[in-house]
């Protein structure tokens, strides 16, 4: 209990410092060099703290307004939830259908060289390709695929979701492929299979159980790339998504209270795939 106390504190005061970045550190004009105000970090977590003691979350600047951040907060928040949410859930299954269950198929071996060229461009790149194939699409086709528009609703969001669930992807499918295959090479595997068992009852019984632990201990990695791209997906296509108070704003409420947002987001993305896991075996692993 003391440990876990330990760690919501050390958490709470690196993203607090992380927000006041454009604080503390400032330029000297007459050295030509960075200098850190670190001295102002004990008024800054005052100010933030005394702010949420009183019930209100702070105020940020939208162009010349205003606004309370309580007020605009759960929109975006339930937006890069959802993108989030799908995104890497979706991923996840992906990963385990291809990975192991129909790793047998011709398709799937297709699917894995196709996985291995994309895993090669850097996900930024990927990104880009995706949105100018879209405007490619839009111009010969006439279908609408994205919009850049913040209140385009669905047509401003699934598009999102896909390229959130590119990096995840990539990165499971090549682990669980790899273990799939160290997997099958050992002995009990060999002696299911010389004992005349169904293929399908040694992949759920026998070796998803022993590639479980290991997309487990991978999930905050692959929850760490979404986030990574939810950033630059959100800046780029204007996606009213928590990152809006992160990026459009160099005071340090909005920032930490996207911050915490991101990281109350991420905990949420990773019960949601650890229930999903669970009910999965639960439902069709025998113990």
Avoid at 73 to 97: A, P, R, T, Y
Avoid at 143 to 168: E, K, M, Y
Avoid at 258 to 274: N, T
Wanted: glycine share 6%; proline share 3%.
């Amino acid at each position: 209990m003391l440990r876990s106390l330990q760690q919501i504190v050390i958490i709470f005061l690196l993203i607090l410092a992380l927000a006041a970045i454009p604080m503390i550190i400032q330029v000297n004009p007459l050295e030509h060099r960075l200098e850190w105000k670190l001295e102002r970090l004990p008024k800054i977590y005052g100010d933030f703290i005394s702010e949420i003691s009183k019930g209100s979350l702070g105020t940020y600047k939208l162009g010349t307004q205003r606004r309370e951040i309580a007020g605009d907060i759960e929109g975006n928040f339930f937006n890069s939830l959802k993108i989030m949410v799908i995104g890497v859930n979706v991923s996840i299954i992906i990963s385990l259908i291809f990975g192991i269950f129909v790793s047998r198929f011709r398709l799937t071996k297709f699917f894995n060289l196709v996985l291995n060229i994309f895993a090669a461009i850097p996900d930024f790149i990927l990104i880009i390709m995706s949105l100018i194939a879209a405007v490619k699409i839009y111009k010969m086709t006439g279908v609408r695929i994205i919009s850049l528009r913040p209140d385009a609703g669905a047509l401003n969001l699934w598009f999102p979701t896909i390229l959130v669930g590119i990096a995840p992807t990539l990165y499971m499918f090549k682990l669980v492929t790899v273990k799939y295959v160290q997997t099958s090479s050992e002995d009990y595997i060999k002696t299911a299979v010389a004992k005349g068992l169904r293929l399908n009852y040694i992949n759920f019984q026998h070796i998803y159980k022993n590639i479980e632990p290991f997309i487990k201990a991978e999930l905050i990695k692959v929850i760490s790339l979404a986030i990574g791209n939810l950033f630059i997906i959100e800046y780029i296509m204007n996606v009213s998504g928590i990152t809006k108070f992160i990026f459009q704003s160099n005071e340090i409420q909005p920032i930490a209270i996207g911050l915490f947002s991101m990281l109350i987001i991420s905990g949420i993305v990773y019960v949601s795939i650890r229930l999903g896991l669970y009910l999965f075996k639960r439902g069709f692993i025998h113990e």
